[in-house]
T-cell receptor
């Protein structure tokens, strides 16, 4: 079955810096890669996603890249703000199945 | 903006007791999922419904867990009897198919503590 590895497990940056979180997946049949932000005591919130037929997607300060050959995908947050502090999860999915999540990255943005 | 509703938000129960969680998905979402999230880890699927039918319950501990979605709308997850190791966040998600992809939206979760 699918396995998703996520790094780093913790990331501390200064306000205004960029943050990058990387994930790898094992099953080439996966075709959908969402990223979720989870704040303490809340459910995961979908922040951006990418499909296997796209290499990069941007939404304001957030971007995601996908390398299908290497089975890598990454989340990039620019101009970080304190409110970006949260746990971020990557996930992979094959059509119609449940998401397989990474173990999460705790991002801390200090002002 | 439509959201997935879950109740209760918090539940404390003693081991060997029964506990039930409720989920109301976003209107029109045919697919519903129950995930369990242990502290410090990502969510893991317990059961997936398509309308009222179970699509995947391979990771559901069927000796103590049950789930139903009788009318294909809201859903209930039950644990009987609860064990200490069941303490976790129980998350419900629903999905809409967009260009062949199942975008999943999560509810706020139910934090279960078994004492």
């Amino acid at each position: 079955g699918e396995n998703v590895e996520q790094h780093p497990s913790t990331l501390s940056v200064q306000e205004g810096d960029s943050a990058v979180i990387k994930c790898t997946y094992s099953d080439s049949a996966s075709n959908y890669f969402p990223w979720y932000k989870q704040e303490l005591g809340k459910g995961p919130q979908l922040i951006i996603d990418i499909r296997s037929n796209v290499g990069e997607k941007k939404d304001q300060r957030i971007a995601v890249t996908l390398n299908k050959t290497a089975k890598h995908f990454s989340l990039h947050i620019t101009e970080t703000q304190p409110e970006d502090s949260a746990v971020y999860f990557c996930a992979a999915q094959q059509a119609g199945t449940a998401l397989i999540f990474g173990k999460g990255t705790t991002l801390s943005v200090s002002s | 903006e439509a959201e997935v509703a879950q109740s209760p938000r918090y539940k404390i129960t003693e081991k060997s007791q029964a506990v039930a969680f409720w989920c109301d998905p976003i209107s029109g979402h045919a697919t519903l999922y129950w995930y369990r999230q242990i502290l410090g880890q990502g969510p893991e699927l317990l059961v997936q419904f398509q309308d009222e039918s179970v699509v995947d319950d391979s990771q559901l501990p069927k000796d103590r867990f049950s789930a139903e979605r009788l009318k294909g709308v809201d859903s209930t997850l039950k644990i009987q009897p609860a064990e200490l190791g069941d303490s976790a966040m129980y998350l419900c998600a629903s999905s809409l198919v967009v260009a062949g992809v199942y975008e999943q939206y999560f509810g706020p979760g139910t934090r279960l503590t078994v004492t």
